[in-house]
């Protein structure tokens, strides 16, 4: 079960052979998905010579095989990790019974809606990034940014294998919508607002890869718990290319940092004019990046207190990420003490599942600061990064549009609009880190804001020729 069959168009390893009407229904939507790329997918470089890694195997170990491909040319298919016997549900009112293999009637539309949204946003986010490539800072950081465009790519296959092969005709046109709504567009755009924010600077892709990316862990991590097997199954493969992204997003703003300690150690100075004027990236300038991206991802846990999410884990839809950890799965007679504008309010913990999740990533994002902290205070700098507070410049739940501070104090309305280009990138700011955006292309070469990172792909040096050009 574990091996990838990589003879048939579409490689798999659900024995798509066996369904000759569901192999059809997916061939005929391959083609859909590859014009999607080549005219939504990164820009001018589909003809590079790309060193990717490809799923081999959902084993733990040595899944990836790494070669040199052609992004068009990349094998996306559907994989599934691999069943676990006697597998029962984890959480919920329906707790200890097995779990489904198709979906219950009564929960047809909510599991079509999740698997919507999340395979919404992986297009998106190839959208998002399109014309990244023409900027990047080295040939490696071209590589990550194709690796990681790829992936989402065929994350999007992950949930339209679902879409057709359990939803029916339903599922078919939501598979078409999802490459008909794009990023930004006006009339058809993405259904979450961060999949729309535009990602026009490398900054903004190391943000966006740690903090919304991470909001996709947690989300897939929440859905590999669920009741419906097969959407379980899809999430934990999902989760093993999504740490490689991550992984993009923490060592590039570490790399990031290093390389303003070390032009502040060059200029004698931390004046944000003279870092600038250096070509650096000014701590302050960083901490804005963070509390825009910081803030537009908390959105995407949805409301804090949400009766959708009660009612998707109540019915075995969606669990905790980590389920397994917590000792109450049923959750019925708790509550939450939520943090409201109008003050401290006990809600029953059902309904606070989002805000619980929300939590449980902010810890997690908190891994990266303390890193990147460490790295200052070496550097004998008394500066520290930090993560807004959850209630700042909110745009969903009990504190949209209310005007508080990244400290988490709520203050009037006038200063609240005469700070925010202090807490946010202000369109100077946003210009000052576009004017560093040049394209370095040399192997080994690296963009003067951003020190190299510590190792190369897969063993191999840093100034390996990671994409051909041509
Ligand atoms: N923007 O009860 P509520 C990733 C809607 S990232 C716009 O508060 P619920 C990735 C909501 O749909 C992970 N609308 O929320 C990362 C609902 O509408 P309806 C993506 C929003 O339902 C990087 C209404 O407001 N995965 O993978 O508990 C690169 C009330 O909703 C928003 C998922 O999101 C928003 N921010 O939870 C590539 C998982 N928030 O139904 C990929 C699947 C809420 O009344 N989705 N609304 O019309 C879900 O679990 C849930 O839909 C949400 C919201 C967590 C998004």
Not at 92 to 107: K, L, T
Not at 128 to 156: A, I, K, M, W
């Amino acid at each position: 079960m574990s091996g990838i069959n990589y003879s048939e168009k579409i490689p798999n390893n659900v024995n798509l052979t066996t369904d000759r009407t569901l192999q059809r229904a997916l061939e005929h939507w391959q083609p859909h998905f590859l014009e999607w790329w080549k005219g939504m997918g990164p820009t001018d470089f589909q003809g590079a010579d790309v060193y990717l890694r490809t799923a081999t195997s959902v084993d733990a170990d040595g899944w990836a095989t790494y070669g040199t491909v052609k992004m068009p040319d990349y094998r996306w298919g559907i994989f599934l990790a691999d069943p676990q016997k006697d597998r029962t549900i984890g959480f919920g009112d329906s707790m200890g019974q097995p779990v489904w293999q198709q979906v219950p009637g009564e929960y047809r539309s909510t599991l079509r809606r999740l698997i919507v949204t999340q395979g919404d946003t992986e297009p998106a986010s190839v959208e998002q990034q399109r014309l990244l490539g023409h900027t990047c800072p080295s040939l490696y950081d071209l590589r990550n940014l194709f690796q990681v465009n790829v992936e989402e790519g065929r994350h999007l296959w992950a949930m339209v294998y679902l879409l057709h092969a359990y939803f029916g005709r339903d599922g078919r046109e939501e598979a078409e919508e999802l490459l008909a709504r794009h990023s930004g567009d006006a009339d058809k755009p993405r259904i979450l607002t961060t999949f729309n924010e535009p990602i026009s600077d490398w900054l903004s892709f190391y943000c966006f890869t740690y903090f919304t990316d991470r909001d996709g862990k947690y989300q897939l991590k929440s859905l590999a718990e669920s009741g419906f097997d097969p959407l379980s199954r899809t999430c934990r493969f999902m989760l093993t290319e999504e740490a490689h992204h991550m992984f993009v997003g923490e060592t590039g703003i570490g790399r990031v940092v290093k390389r303003t300690l070390e032009v502040m150690k060059a200029l004698g100075s931390d004046d944000p004019a003279k870092i600038r004027a250096a070509g650096a990236v000014d701590l302050p300038l960083l901490q804005k990046y963070l509390n825009f991206w910081c803030s537009s991802s908390l959105d995407l846990f949805g409301n804090e207190i949400s009766s959708n999410s009660a009612a998707n884990f109540a019915n075995g839809l969606k669990g905790r990420p980590d389920e397994s950890t917590y000792e109450d799965h049923v959750l019925r007679d708790k509550t939450f003490q939520l943090k409201t504008p109008q003050g401290d309010q006990a809600v029953p913990m059902l309904n606070a599942l989002n805000e619980v999740m929300r939590e449980s990533y902010l810890k997690d994002c908190e891994i990266g600061l303390k890193r990147w902290n460490r790295q200052i205070e070496r550097a004998g700098h008394a500066f520290r990064l930090t993560l807004p507070a959850t209630n700042f410049r909110r745009s969903i739940g009990a504190w949209m549009g209310l005007p508080v501070g990244p400290d988490g104090k709520m203050i009037a309305k006038e200063e609240y609009d005469k700070n925010l280009y202090h807490w946010i990138p202000s369109p100077e700011d946003k210009a000052f880190v576009h004017s560093l955006m040049k394209r370095v292309a040399e192997p080994g070469k690296m963009a003067g804001w951003v020190a190299p990172p510590e190792r190369g792909i897969n063993n191999l040096p840093v100034e390996y020729e990671y994409v051909k050009l041509h």
